[in-house]
């Protein structure tokens, strides 16, 4: 006797007792009430991750720039007695001109499609403040880049620390906003479904 047929012999031998264990009450109504909160988990996005990561990426920056720009070598003075701060990419020259003309533009267009986003009620209030707060680091680095290429405007590592600057900044802004556009997306579409 095959190892199928002992199965299916027993199988029939037990039928009626099989067929009489039925599931306890309400087994059918918890089930459906689980399957229903797994549904309703899944439609809630999680802004934290969305915040954690935005800060450990402002972070790595912070700390890769503090890292190119202490290692790099001085020629005059010690940091923060640069002789004038404001100094930007387009003053090296016309090449980095358009590369900071590019990634200044693109992060303006990200900002207003923030902005849109609030008007929109997409983020609450403690989620602003959290990105404005974001965005006033950023201002802080800048201004601290700037410095250093002031005192350094031939060094390729601040120049190369000035467009991570932008890169990341971009990266962010375009994160931040694609995650929330899906959510528009979505929110829209479950509209739609229960219309």
């Known amino acids: ?76 003075g010690e940091h923060g007695e640069s002789a004038s701060t404001g100094m930007t990419l387009a003053s090296v020259s016309p090449e980095y001109e358009e590369v900071e003309f590019y990634y200044t533009s693109a992060i303006s267009g990200g900002l207003n499609q923030w902005e849109r986003l609030v008007a929109e009620g997409l983020i609450s209030e403690e989620e602003q403040q ?5 965005l006033e680091e950023f201002e802080e680095v800048f201004k601290k880049l700037q410095a250093d290429l002031s005192a350094n405007p031939e060094d390729g590592r601040v120049i190369n620390a000035m467009i991570e600057y932008y890169q990341t900044k971009l990266s962010l802004i375009n994160m931040i906003v694609e995650k929330l556009e899906e959510v528009k997306q979505k929110t829209n579409t479950d509209y739609e479904a229960e219309s």
Not at 48 to 61: G, H
């Open 130 to 134: 959290m990105m404005n707060g974001e």
């Open 1 to 76: 006797m095959s190892e199928k047929d002992y199965i299916e012999e027993l199988i029939l031998n037990n039928m009626e007792e099989l067929n009489q264990n039925e599931p306890p009450a309400g087994h059918f109504e918890r089930f459906q009430n689980k399957l229903e909160e797994a549904n309703q988990k899944k439609k809630a996005f999680p802004f934290k991750w969305i915040w954690k990561a935005a800060a450990a990426a402002v972070f790595a920056f912070l700390v890769i720039n503090q890292a190119v720009i202490w290692f790099a070598p001085e020629s005059g």
